[in-house]
């Protein structure tokens, strides 16, 4: 599940090809019309569905539709790479301890949207990221793996949430096969 550019659905894939992880990747659903990551998908042979969040009424009803979906392909594990859409319990409950997230922050520092921003304006030195199992309360839930990146003095949004996606696609694989074993 991812809504942007896809870079960390690409991580998975590479490290899927590169034999570090034993997974397929069956579906990408993605919920922005413009999401770059469709076009990985389509690069790495995987199907991509959108389902425009703007078409669904509540966020219980996207989440039926994901589930659906998710489901129609066989899926085991679902993977928010960057989904920046609220889950609800439609979707939680159908994949029990098996949705799993990636946030730009050590958590539990910086919930939210805007999780770098935040980073900055706090004025840490150390920021990171963490890939966690989905819980209701947001970016909350048991923590798989994290990675700590420092904060350099003129650092931007930009440049800092580059070091920090380094080290995601470092973590997030291995956090997925980490809670495959589980
Ligand atoms: C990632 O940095 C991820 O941590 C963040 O979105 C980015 C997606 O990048 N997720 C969140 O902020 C979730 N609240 P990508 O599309 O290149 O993988």
């Not at 939680?92 to 919930?111: E, G, Q, W």
Request: proline fraction near 5%; charge should be negative; include cysteine.
């Amino acid at each position: 599940m991812a809504s942007g550019s896809g870079t960390n659905f690409e991580a998975i894939a590479q490290a899927i090809a590169d034999h570090q992880l034993h997974a397929t990747i069956q579906v990408v659903i993605y919920n922005n019309p413009d999401a770059k990551v469709a076009a990985r998908a389509e690069r790495w042979g995987v199907p991509a569905v959108l389902l425009n969040h703007q078409n669904f009424a509540s966020r219980e009803d996207l989440d039926d539709a994901i589930v659906k979906t998710l489901q129609q392909h066989g899926v085991e594990w679902a993977i928010m790479a960057g989904w920046m859409r609220i889950v609800t319990s439609v979707l939680i409950d159908a994949f029990p301890d098996r949705v799993i997230n990636i946030h730009p922050s050590l958590l539990p520092s910086f919930k939210g949207a805007h999780a770098v921003e935040q980073t900055l304006k706090a004025g840490v030195k150390i920021a990171g990221c963490t890939v966690h199992l989905v819980r209701l309360e947001v970016d909350s839930g048991p923590i798989l793996m994290q990675a700590a990146v420092p904060v350099l003095p003129n650092d931007t949004v930009e440049t800092l949430q580059a070091r920090i996606q380094v080290q995601e696609h470092q973590i997030f694989p291995q956090a997925i096969a980490i809670a495959a074993q589980r």
